[in-house]
Each structure stands twice: as C-alpha cells, then as structure tokens.
C-alpha cells in the first residue's frame, strides 16, 4: 500500500539554488518523516515533525506541515552537489505499526 | 554513517538455492524491519519484529522467511526464489514500534540480491 505522493518526481537546478518537494498523503497520521537517499545506498533519516507541529528546522533543511491539506513540504537552501539523492516522505498512520514511504522526489544538482 | 550492519552487501543465488540475508544492530532497539526495494521506487514494508516476535508480515510470501534470533540480530532466508524477486532488501531498526509516536527508522545500506 502506498500513503505518501511527492512532487515532482524528479528535479534538476542549479548548485546554490533552493530546492522544494512536496508530500500529499491520504489518511491522518501520528507524524511525517523525510528520508535521504542516495544511489544504491541505504536510506538517511533527515527530519520528523509530528501531526501538532507546523513547521521544522534542521541545519539547510525547512520541513512544514498541513494536516487540513494532508501534505508536507522540504525545503534544502543553498544547494550543494552533495545533496543529490532520492528525498522520501514517510507517514507513520495512526494506531498502526507501518511506516510507509512515497513514491520519493529524485533530485539532481547541476554543477 | 549507519548503525544497522547488513551482510552480505551483495547476493547472487540460483532459483533453487537456500541463502540468507543477514541484519545486526547494537543500538538496544526493539524493533527491526525488512523493507524491499525496487529500482526507481520507494521501499516497501516486508515484516515488522517487535520484542523478537513477528509483529507484521505484509502478506509476503512464503519463499521468504524472517527470523529474529535475539534483539540484535534479524535474518531473512530465502529459498526458491523467482528473478522478479531481486532487489535492494533493506533492513531497519528503531526504538520501539512507530505507533509510540516519534520513533526515528534507522536503515542499512541494503543487500543487493539478484535471482538468476
């Protein structure tokens, strides 16, 4: 089963550019996770925000949070080569023991 | 740099063979995680250990069979398997069960099985 839907699917801008996804998912949920990854390797936990907050910060990364909207939001500023990766949102559901990631945002970062 | 040790980090078995997937964490978790994970899209949930019980098995066939020997440690063996069955398995760990709202997932770097 899938929850979460990012947008876009993939993504090319400029080194030093700031780059949005979004997350659209589909029933209420406890909290909302983005995950890194990188090609062929295991997935990077980057940021939590939980169903009563609206906003979070953590170093280059802005993640907000609509719960009337059932979508999220990651921002990266400044963008580095470095950050080039799939990027996932993962929705824990209510009551349930899953975490269920999206389809992800591939995101490349031209020199 | 990850706390979930997966080997081996690559895999080729045969349709009639008999291997297994190994996962060791050192983090006190509670809870692990098999996910597989096709090229190009997101994981998917396999099983769910909690306690060193099966908590969840995503109607995952019977080729594929988890094991929990200790809170440490999760295996997957795998016997008879299909090519479409190659993938990227990744293991995880966290805390406690994510229905205790907050708990953080921390993955593996995976284990690349091909079916020939």
């Known amino acids: 089963s899938q929850q979460g839907e990012e947008d876009p699917q993939a993504l090319s801008i400029q080194e030093g550019e700031n780059a949005t996804m979004n997350c659209s998912y589909k029933t209420s949920i406890n909290n909302l996770q983005w995950y890194r990854q990188n090609s062929g390797r295991g997935l990077v936990h980057l940021i939590l925000i939980r169903s009563n907050e609206r906003e979070k910060h953590s170093g280059r990364l802005r993640v907000t949070l609509d719960t009337s909207k059932k979508s999220s939001s990651l921002l990266i500023t400044a963008s580095r080569a470095a950050d080039t990766a799939s990027y996932f949102c993962?929705?824990?559901?209510?009551?349930?023991?899953?975490?269920?990631f999206g389809k992800g945002t591939r995101l490349h970062i031209l020199p | 740099d990850t706390e979930v040790t997966q080997t081996p980090k690559h895999l080729v078995m045969g349709m009639t063979n008999k291997k297994s997937l190994k996962c060791e964490q050192h983090m006190g978790h509670r809870a692990m995680y098999w996910y597989k994970q096709k090229a190009k899209k997101p994981p998917e949930l396999m099983f769910v250990y909690s306690y060193e019980k099966l908590s969840i098995n995503e109607s995952v066939p019977s080729r594929f069979s988890p094991e929990c020997p200790n809170s440490s440690l999760l295996n997957l063996h795998l016997h008879a398997l299909q090519p479409e069955d190659s993938a990227l398995y990744l293991c995880a760990s966290s805390q406690d069960l994510v229905q205790y709202a907050g708990n953080t997932i921390y993955f593996g770097e995976g284990s690349w099985l091909t079916v020939v």
């Open positions: 993962a929705t824990e559901l209510n009551r349930d023991d899953k975490i269920i």
